[in-house]
């Protein structure tokens, strides 16, 4: 929410001033930075990816491959300055979500057993 208002607010603040001149370096910077907040939030998001991954791995929630290429994901989060590895994580993201919803559709789909009556 934060990007948009700091890039906008820059660019509505330099079109309101004097004879209303653009300074291209002034909007230039509000878009690296708005970039720099963007990446900056993949901190965050590794943080989320190594906990989920790590208790994929403990409780056996999802195969156990999501749980690795959680750890792959959760390093190119960290390195998002790098804007491909966005596409890393983003599409970890997808695949776990993908795999959860199959593993609870099969759950669901499959019949459980009655409890033995008591004697």
Known sequence: MHNP????????????????????????AANDATYIMVVTRG??????????????RRYA????????????A???????????????WLLWVAVASVALFLAVRSEVAAPKAAP???S
């Open 5 to 28: 208002a700091l890039a906008d607010g820059v660019k509505t603040m330099s079109d309101d001033t004097y004879q209303h001149q653009v300074y291209s370096g002034v909007i230039h």
């Open 116 to 118: 033995a009556p008591m």
């Open 61 to 72: 929630i999802l195969p156990r491959w999501v749980s690795w290429f959680g750890y792959v």
């Open 43 to 56: 901190a965050a998001m590794a943080a989320l990816i190594f906990a989920t991954s790590i208790a994929v």
């Open 74 to 88: 959760g390093v190119a989060a960290i390195l998002s300055v790098i804007f491909f590895t966005m596409l890393l």
